[in-house]
Every structure is written in C-alpha cells, then in structure tokens.
C-alpha cells in the first residue's frame, strides 16, 4: 500500500511544469491501432494507467516502445482476442479499445471497464452508438461480445454529452461506409486532441469541440506523428494549490483557455491570478465564498470539483457546491471534516462548506483519483503531518507528483509498504 506523508504550512514558490493530459493520451493510445501504419505520440504522462493501457497494446501483440514522453505504436500485426477482464478492470479507457477494435475489425469481446468508484457510470450511450452503427451486442454478465458485418454510417444522438461515448462513437465510425453525426456530443478538449490525431491519420472529422461532430468514414488509417494537449486537470489542481499557499507558484506548459472556469471563479473570489500565454502565476489571498456547479465543458469539471472544495473550506463564509455528473463524488467530505472543516451534504449532489477554517494533519484516505488531490491540498495547507492512505488513485492521473511538489517547496514523501 502506497501512502502520501506530507508536513503542511510550507508555502509553494517557483514553477511547475504541467504533463500530458491523462484523459487525451488514454484515448489516443487505444485510437492508435485503428491504423496500419507506425503512430508516435508525444507528450504522453508517465502514471500509472498509461501502464495499464501499454499491457493491453502488448497482450494484443502490437510493437511498443516508449521513450521518454514518446510512444511508438505498430499495430499492423496485432492480433484481436479478448482483453482479460482484470485488465478491463484497472481502469476506464479501457473501453476504447472495444471501440477501437469494433471499427477496425468489426468484432471485439470486452469486459466492463473499472476506473474510479464515483458513481454508476453505465456505458449504455457507448452501446446504443455500436447498435446504431449496425453491431450487435450481446451482454452476459459483464462481458460484451460485439460483432458487425459491416459497419454503416448514421445519426447518433447522446441521451447527455459523454465523453466516453463520443470518443467512442469516433472511433467505432472512422472506418464505417459513410457518414455518422455525434448530435449533442461531449465538447472536452481531450476529444479535440483524438480527432485531431486520427485527421492526421487521414480520418475525415469535422466539429470536433462543438455538439455536433461528423464523421465521414475512410477505408484506411496511416501513421503519423501527434502530441498530447496538457493536462487541464492537472493543471488546475496546481492551481488550486498555489490559490492555497502559494507564493508566486508557475504552473506552466498549459493552454489557460482550457481552465477559464476556474480561473473566473477565482477571480470572482478576489484571487491573486496572473494570467498569460502559456502559464499561470498565483498566490495565496483572502478569499470570498463561492456557488459552483460541475458541468460538461465549457463549464466548471467535475474533476476539479474535490480539489476546490479544499479551497473553500479556505474562505471566509458559506460556498455552495453542487455536483451534476456524478452521483457519488463526495467520498472527500468525510476526511476533510476529519481535517476541520466545515461540511454539510445537503444531499448526495450538493454540500455547503462553512469557512474559514483551521485544517490539521492527521490519517486519511484517498478513495478516489480527485479525492487523493483534494487530500494532498488539504494536506499542505494543512498544520503538522497528514498520512495519505491508498494513494495509487492518485499516482494514476498526477505524473511525478511528489518531485513536483518537492521542487517548490513542499515536504512530501512516498511510502511504499
Ligand atoms: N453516462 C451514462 N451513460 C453512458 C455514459 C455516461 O449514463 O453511456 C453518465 C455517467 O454515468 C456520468 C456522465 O454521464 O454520470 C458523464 O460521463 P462521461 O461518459 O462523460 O465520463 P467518462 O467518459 O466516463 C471522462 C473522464 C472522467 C471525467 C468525465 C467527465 C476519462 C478516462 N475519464 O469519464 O475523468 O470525470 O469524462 O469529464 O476520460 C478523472 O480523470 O478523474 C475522471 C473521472
């Protein structure tokens, strides 16, 4: 078991540099077999899913080699058997590879994909898109077998704009006859990198970032060279942190426009926020309380909504946060109460954190990938020492975490036991 020990009231000063983006480079890897030739992508972070997603590119028999940031992928050998189910279950994206090999194949057996505990997360828009592609489905406990004799372009319209779903519904038509229509499709950045990539392979993708994406389908893919977005996530967390305790904290190599809601939202809240072409200055400041309600993108993600929550147990009376993605992503309350907050769950969507209020160190757990962020802010703003339990949620989206936070001023360890 991993465990994060971390002395508080350090204050944060000099620079981050942010890495690739966890949620682009686990779709990217599993778009790059639909092509038949030699893909390198760049950028790509250095954390455990990735890890993940590399076993299952080498079970499949595809050549990987990885240097550095660089991934190079040859998947014109592999060979498309099933993926076992304890590999499905490390994580999320791993249903981008039944989308994936559907398209190229036209057959894929999958298991349902794991990630983290935070809700239901059914994949039913991912199979209404195959079925209206012309698959068929078949469920048996929780192994998919999906097959098609071929699979022919159409309207697919998302119940709700699912990240998971639209890369899937792109990935299961690039290759398709004729021409399919996303309505109402996520709009993340992270799918924009995906289409960018699989245009680059000679895919013929337009809007991707709007609610409507067409795909006209291609006979074949070809290599090609491409490079992961930064991390926003990432990114904000930092953020978040030098909001905290930070004095004059860069975190830098980011795109801001992909973190706007949450840099308004800290300006709304009289924050000390710097702003430029490609970084961020910030600083701790008295800070107002805010409302935030978790969105698709553009507005405020879900992802940074745990990491904020420890900001506004920081600010001088009652913020409001109300969660609409998930139905389970409060698990961070009970242990941030556990540290001094503040906080009522009004319901399993919505809280109301009371500030300001002193947080102390003491044993707590990281029950999810953001919750384990929340924990180590908490942690460092926090007076004397706070143990981290179950920290691999955490090593799996924040690359090199501790030497990161080491570098400007953080005293934090890793224990492995
Ligand atoms: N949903 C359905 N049916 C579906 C698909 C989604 O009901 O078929 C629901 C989900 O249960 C959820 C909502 O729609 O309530 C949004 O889910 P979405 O499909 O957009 O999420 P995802 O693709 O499973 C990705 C990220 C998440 C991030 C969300 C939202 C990856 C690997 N994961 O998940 O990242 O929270 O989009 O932005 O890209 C994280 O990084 O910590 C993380 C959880």
Known sequence: MKKLIIEGNHPLSGSIKISGAKNSAVALIPAALLSSGEVKIDNIPNISDIDALNEILLYLGAKVSRNNEMITIDSSKIENKAIPKEICSKLRASYYFMSALLGKYKKVEMWFPGGCSIGARPIDQTIKAFRALGAKVIEEDSKFIITADKLVGTEVYLDMPSVGATVNTILASVLAEGVT?????????????????????????????????????????NGCFHEVIPDRIEAGTYVLAGALIGKNLKIEGIIPEHIESLTTKLKEMGSNIKIYDDYIEISESDLKPAKIKTLGYPGFPTDLQQPLTTLLTQCEGK?????????????NVKYLCDMGAKINIIHNQKIEVEGKTDLKGCTVKATDLRAGACMVLAALKAEGKTTIEDVEHVLRGYENIVFKLKNVGAKIELIDE
């Open 319 to 331: 913020s409001i946060v109300e969660e609409t993605i998930y139905e389970n992503r409060f698990q």
């Open 181 to 221: 229509t996303v309505a109402n499709a996520a709009k993340e950045p992270e799918i924009v990198n995906v289409a960018t990539f699989l245009n680059n392979m000679g895919a013929k993708i337009k809007g991707a970032g709007t609610s409507t994406i067409k795909i006209t389908g291609v006979e074949k893919l």
